[in-house]
């Protein structure tokens, strides 16, 4: 039975862009190989930790919100394991009350990222208007 999940991993501040780009890259398609489907997915970027983890006091979080099979679980967090640039992960299974309020910060925030452009445009044509 496919469920969904959703899961934050904290990368090593090391890395550079590209480096992150292609370890968020490695589990999406280790995500998808092995049957999975992307739902979501959500980089949250450089923060700093609530305590040091091998002695980093940051990290690059990232979000990926997918279905798989429970089984498949154990061996995302087997990859997570081995992987030395992830400091710490957590991947927990989402009940329906959990995955509907995740589907509406999804919308909210399209809805926020939209918004601000329509202003600008709106601005625009104001002030154009006024100068005519």
């Not at 995955?99 to 601005?123: C, F, G, M």
Request: proline share 3%.
């Amino acid at each position: 039975m496919i469920k969904q999940y959703e899961t934050v991993f904290i990368a090593t501040p090391v890395l550079s862009d590209s480096q992150m780009k292609e370890a968020v890259a490695k589990y999406t398609k280790f995500i998808t190989d092995n049957g999975g489907e992307i739902v979501y997915e959500e980089d949250w970027g450089l923060k700093a930790l609530a305590y040091p983890i091998q002695h980093k006091t940051s990290g690059f979080y990232y979000l990926v919100e997918f279905k798989a099979e429970p089984e498949f679980i154990a061996n995302l967090e087997t990859q997570y394991h081995r992987d030395e640039r992830i400091l710490r992960w957590l991947t927990v299974s989402l009940d329906k009350n959990a995955v509907a309020y995740a589907q509406r910060r999804r919308e909210n925030k399209a809805a926020k990222a939209a918004a601000p452009k329509a202003e600008v445009a709106e601005e625009n044509v104001e002030s154009n208007v006024e100068e005519a």
